[in-house]
Nanobody, 126 residues
């Protein structure tokens, strides 16, 4: 069964940093756009950042721009989300997702992602 596995979540105080990792299980996604989403309790899932297949193009939501960095290391098929200057409002379950189409630019909409991870909790305390 093909899916993605997130790791690196945890609890941190405001102003701190965490780095999330996303690795595939069952196939490679080195040619696919990857996105990081988050969902806080009572809120809809939102796109945080996305990266194209070779890492040359990225997108960030306004809420994380300048604080988060998405990157990928295709040699080990891992995508990272470096989260700096964390705020309590960043508290959420973070998911990575892969678009099954290859050699694309960026994918922005959740329904266009075909493979998802189980999520990792990030909690930021004030």
């Amino acid at each position: 069964q093909v899916h993605l596995v997130e790791s690196g979540g945890g609890s941190v105080q405001a102003g701190g940093s965490l780095r999330l990792s996303c690795a595939p299980s069952g196939r490679t996604f080195s040619l696919n756009p990857i996105g990081w989403f988050r969902q806080a309790p009572g809120k809809e899932r939102e796109l945080v950042a996305t990266i194209n297949w070779n890492g040359g193009t990225t997108y960030y939501s306004d809420s994380v721009k300048g604080r988060f960095i998405i990157s990928r290391h295709n040699a080990d098929d891992t995508v990272y989300l470096q989260m700096n200057s964390l705020k309590p409002e960043d508290t959420a379950v973070y998911f990575c997702a892969a678009d099954s189409r290859t050699n694309l630019g960026l994918t922005y909409d959740a329904p266009e992602y075909n493979y998802w991870g189980q999520g990792t909790q990030v909690t930021v305390s004030s």
